[in-house]
């Protein structure tokens, strides 16, 4: 008998209150619920985690130790599991060697294709790889670029030789090294470096190594000459990799990476370019935008390519399905955002064969615009009706809406989370009375009154990946949303081109805070410090006591409350220190208290509660701006790392508008929040214009966008078909601009 459910009783992991749960098999499950409220407890913590432990107790010790640790999650029992597969959004790690093309198999499809078809041919799959050596470049060796020696922070332009220009270290007025260059004869040694000739500054940096005469101790002796740049590649950089390393990064701000000039950071060998199908070289049709890479491989008439051809053209078609057509097989893994990587992960489990998985998914319509939602849903879709169960955890309505089946966690965050509020049909959801039916049948609607836009801080005008030669003009002192589908430049002009011109602006992105299991609420926006001094006013002792990463850590685990076990021929594991019992503080720091609390005490309060206990004025300022972000819920010793990136974002938020900023840049801050969430985004956004701030967004979270102030709206489309401003003005005109994807879903329901 088949079994139909996954079923999960008293479920207690984080903030879960005995959860008991039935999750549909074989059918796409939606988890909704605020920011918070434990749906990642069910589906990370407790799902994934028992099917990763069950699976992994299907081997062997020995080979357990090589495998990812699960624990046992808090639950009395979880039946009827299957293999888990995770498909979340961390970013691809990985090194320049790793392109979309090595990573989705495609290079090695067009690898065996030219190998056979080229003209002329040079042999086999192997000799049109970068990453082989009969197939790359030899000055990069693959790699496509190089590093060379940065001339702007090499030399002081502004100085002479004689007044010490030049700044590498080792080459002082007087040494050895800057005598090379001084007594060379080639330089009028009080001459400005900003004065030479080209010729001059050539001879400076980049001559061949030719023989000199210079005049030793009144003596003339022959010495060889060369660039200081030459000279510094031939010592720095073509030796073995670990003294480069190091070297690279000692030297590093005199440094720079630069296309190869030899394959014109191609990463192949000569004769791997000049080898053609249809008059297109391997590296230029990885340089395609992939929608573009389909319409020539359908050219290929050869009816012995058809095989192959298919074979790519059907990978190639599901990347472009899910919204990804505008990139490149060349694209390196690490340049993806969260929300590519994610759906490049999604293509290559659609790709496999095997049934009856289980795949979670983490936000899947992070970074997509509400145009290529469907496109998400119809990869959803797909999974589930090759027999696997989807389980997704999303905010957005849209996908909410294609749900088999919906699982609402609440009604609140934190300790007021952690119960299932709903479970059954979409349809069902709508009559129910949560917060998320409520949202889903509330009806949207457009910022009346924008505030007017009067002065402008304007970019330079960029071409920049897909840029159409375009600047950024930001209305000062009003919330500014940029717009458009994946792929159409928005980070690009935002980030890489706008925020070069004011590097004083404060980002904030959904990048993990530098953050370890010792960081803490507390440590990161530096209250820490103050309850220090609290409790050590208090008591008359060391403030170093109340740290757990200073005098007051217990001994036993060194201030971590956790040890590592390590038995032979068992598992390692970490186990709660038994000296501290997991606080991480030593038992005799516990005698001190301020207003009836040790240190411990007050680690365990959420930051609700703090800002209600302690009095000193700064303490409770810094905890309210972490109540006003949506916070409130976090207990002040919760290790950051433990944090969503939704969470993380509004952590540095709420450390970043307690200090002084006046231009702010967020990069979707609305990942990871439930609808009735997005409202407090808002405020804060609003708060911080209303202190005179000017405020850039980018977002495709409709209720933001209609409710911001002025919309810069990019497209048509992503990549090479995108790069254009298409609209810049309040939010009510944008109905008007024909050209604009964004309207249409602006206007879908307004
Ligand atoms: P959601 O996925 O609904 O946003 P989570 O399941 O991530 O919510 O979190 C539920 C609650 O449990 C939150 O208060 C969160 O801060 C807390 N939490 C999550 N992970 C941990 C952890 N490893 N340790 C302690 N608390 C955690
Ligand atoms: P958006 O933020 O609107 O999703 P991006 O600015 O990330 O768009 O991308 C715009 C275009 O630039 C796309 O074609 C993308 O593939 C390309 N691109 C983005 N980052 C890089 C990069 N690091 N290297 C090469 N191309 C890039
Ligand atoms: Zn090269
Ligand atoms: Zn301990």
Redesign the pocket.
Known sequence: MEQTYIEIVNARENNLKNVSLQIPKGKLTVFAGVSGSGKSSIVFDTVAQEAGRQLNETYSSFVRTFLPKYRRPEADAIHNLSTAIVVDQKRFGGNARSTLGTATDINSLLRLLFSRFATPSIGYGNAYSFNDPSGMCLQCEGIGKIITLNIDTTLNKEKSLNDGAILLPGFGVGTWQWKAYAESGFFDNDKKIQDYTEQELHQLMYAEPQKVTVTYQNSEINATYEGIAVKFMRQNVKTDKDTTKAAASKLEQFTTMCSCPTCDGKRYNEQVLSSKILGHSIYDMTAM?LDELMAVLQKIEEPLAKELVVGITERLQSLCDIGLG???L???MP?L?GG?SQRVKMVKYLSSNLTGLIYIFDEPST?LHPHDVYRLNDLLIKLRDKGNTVLVVEHDPDVIQIADHVIDVGPAAGSHGGQIMFSGSYEELLKADTLTAQYLKSEATIKANPRPATEFLESDKST????KNVSLRVPTGVLTAVT?????????????VFAKKYPEAIRIDQSAVHANSRSNPLTYTGVMNSIRKAFSDANGVDAGLFSYNSTGGCESCGGTGTVELNLSFMDKAEVVCTQCNGTRYKQEVLQYTYKDKNIVDVMDMTVAEAVEFFEAKDIKRKLTSLNTVGLSYLTLGQPLNTLSGGECQRLKLAKEMSTKGNLYILDEPTTGLHMSDVATILNIMNTLVDKGNTVIV?EHNLDVIRHSDWIID?GPE???G??EILYEGPPANIINCERSITAKHLTAIS
């Open positions: 935008q505008y990139m490149t060349t694209r390196e340049t955002s590519e970074g920049l990946h897909n840029l458009g589908v994946a792929g159409s430049g928005k980070s690009t002009l935002v980030h890489e980018i990019m992503g990549g090479i995108g790069g």
